[in-house]
C-alpha cells in the first residue's frame, strides 16, 4: 500500500498553540507526540527540519505509521482532531440492572446444584441465562456484580 505524502504548513496561531503543548506538562503523553510530530512537519517552520522520518519515529519512539496517521487527521480533520483524536462512539449496553442483580445475589446464597459444593461464576451465569433473567451472560459479569456486594 503507498503511503501519501502529507505535506502542510502551519499558520503561527497553530504553531504557537502547539509549542504551548509541548512546553507545559499539563496534557497527555499522546497529545504532546502528536504535537511534536506536527511542529517537525511543519513546512513553514522557522528552522527546517533536518531530520527524516525514521529518525523523528526514533527520537519520539513512535512508529512511522503513527506519524503518518497524525499527519493524515490534520490534513484531512485539522488540528483539535490531530491532536486528541476521535470520540469513541461505540455505547456499551449494561446487561447488570438493579433487577439482574437482586436475582443473581439470591440465587448465589441458594443451594449449588447437585453434585457442586458451591456455585462456581461459569454455573451461575449458566443459570441465570436458563433461568430466563438475561439473554446472555458472561461470568465475568458475574464476578462484577457479586463482587461489589
Known amino acids: 500500500m503507498p503511503k501519501i505524502k502529507y505535506r502542510f504548513s502551519l499558520s503561527q496561531e497553530e504553531r504557537d498553540e502547539l509549542q504551548g503543548i ?18 517537525n512537519y511543519d513546512g513553514d517552520a522557522p528552522e527546517p527540519r533536518t531530520l527524516t522520518e ?7 519512539k513512535v512508529s512511522e505509521m503513527k506519524i503518518h496517521r497524525v499527519k493524515q487527521r490534520f490534513v484531512e480533520e485539522g488540528l483539535d482532531i490531530a491532536l486528541n483524536g476521535h470520540e469513541r462512539e461505540r455505547v456499551y449496553k449494561r446487561k447488570a440492572d438493579g433487577d439482574f442483580e437482586a436475582h443473581l445475589v439470591a440465587l448465589s446464597c441458594s443451594e449449588p446444584p447437585a453434585g457442586q459444593a458451591q456455585w462456581s461464576l461459569r454455573l451461575l451465569a ?5 433461568l430466563g433473567y438475561v439473554e446472555s451472560v458472561s461470568y465475568e459479569t458475574v464476578r462484577r456484580v457479586l463482587k461489589k456486594t
Open 22 to 39: 509541548v512546553a507545559k506538562g499539563k496534557h497527555n503523553s499522546q497529545k504532546v507526540l502528536n504535537a511534536l510530530i506536527l511542529l
Open 54 to 60: 525514521q529518525e523523528i519515529a526514533s527520537v519520539l
Open 126 to 130: 449458566d443459570k441465570v441465562v436458563e
